[in-house]
């Protein structure tokens, strides 16, 4: 790729933002702008990075700048806003999730910007859950029945993500991990919320093919522990688990002391596999992993959450999306 290499530009430089600069560098990708609202941090991170230019306001470097695609690592408010602007510019994006707050957010999105936009669910370029979906479509444990998953984060993530509920914020991983590994869209939810701000949530998901599953999102930790995420695909002949924590990753069935796969510890597992589809596709066109109808899906059935869990529990319809593919 390196005699054809793209040119980015990363908008949005806190750690995530930092994240993805490390892992352009790492494919070796010409990197011709970053922008953040600090100028303080704009400047010092494209002296970094030994990037050209630096910005304090994103359109500007849009218009300023000559680029193939970008990675927008914003606040979810300025999402959709941001990867209009650029799509409109004829850019690619890479757009951090959730790619909106809310599902009716997307509605202001023309279907070609939609084609230009390359949701960051990140998860399904992970080495161990890619070797997942392997397993499961080898049929090492027959038709799925069901997934159940638990994502827990630390306290201090009701400050930092303050303005974005944890069923879109954190939750849409698993939202999204239940549809890619059962093949099937949600169509109702019924969930429970605690804590003010919230911090516990807890839904239940129904799909269109009768696949019951469970997904569990805490902001309860502790400030400075460990993520911990743990994830069961329940099939007619068997059980398969992912367990990730600060010791790293296990992927394995019924035995524990046997594990399929294993991997080191991460902050971003998957993102330079990620950075790395999102350099061939800008170079290549080809087929992106994730679709834009596959990431709206999951922002809607996030929405049904929040309304669910509002509601007291009340189970709620998923807004039909009906673009929506196996992908």
Excluded at 20 to 28: D, E, P, S
Excluded at 135 to 144: D, P, Q
Excluded at 163 to 192: E, F, K, N, Q, Y
């Amino acid at each position: 790729m390196a005699d054809r290499m793209p040119t980015v530009a990363v908008i949005g430089l806190g750690a995530f933002g930092r994240a993805h600069l490390q892992a352009y560098v790492r494919a070796g990708a010409r990197i011709a702008a970053v922008a953040d609202r600090d100028p303080d941090l704009a400047h010092r991170t494209a002296e970094e990075f030994d990037v050209p230019a630096s910005f304090t306001d994103a359109v500007e470097l849009l218009d300023a700048v000559p680029i193939d695609g970008v990675s927008v690592v914003t606040s979810a408010a300025s999402h959709v806003e941001l990867a209009r602007e650029a799509t409109l510019r004829g850019c690619k994006v890479l757009l951090e999730k959730p790619i909106a707050t809310t599902a009716a957010e997307l509605a202001t999105l023309p279907d070609a910007a939609r084609s230009r936009i390359l949701p960051g669910h990140v998860l399904r370029f992970a080495p161990l859950h890619q070797r997942l979906r392997t397993e499961i479509a080898s049929g090492r444990i027959g038709a799925v029945r069901g997934v159940a998953a638990g994502r827990s984060r630390t306290r201090d993530h009701q400050r930092l993500y303050a303005d974005v509920h944890p069923a879109r914020m954190t939750g849409i991983h698993d939202i999204d991990l239940v549809t890619w590994l059962t093949g099937s869209p949600i169509r109702r939810v019924v969930a429970s919320v605690d804590g003010e701000p919230t911090s516990l949530v807890q839904a239940h998901l129904l799909s269109a093919s009768g696949i019951a599953s469970s997904i569990r999102v805490s902001w309860l930790l502790p400030d400075g522990a460990g993520a911990e995420d743990e994830l069961e695909v329940y099939g007619q002949e068997g059980v398969a688990r992912l367990r990730v924590d600060s010791t790293g990753a296990v992927l394995y069935g019924q035995s524990r002391e046997r594990p399929w796969a294993v991997a080191p510890p991460t902050d971003t597992p998957g993102l330079d596999a990620e950075i790395s589809h999102f350099l061939r596709w800008l170079r290549d066109d080809v087929e992106p992993l994730v679709t834009f109808a596959a990431a709206a899906h999951a922002v809607a059935v996030a929405d049904a959450i929040v309304a669910s869990g509002t509601a007291g529990g009340t189970p709620i319809d998923v807004l039909e999306v009906p673009s929506w593919t196996k992908q």
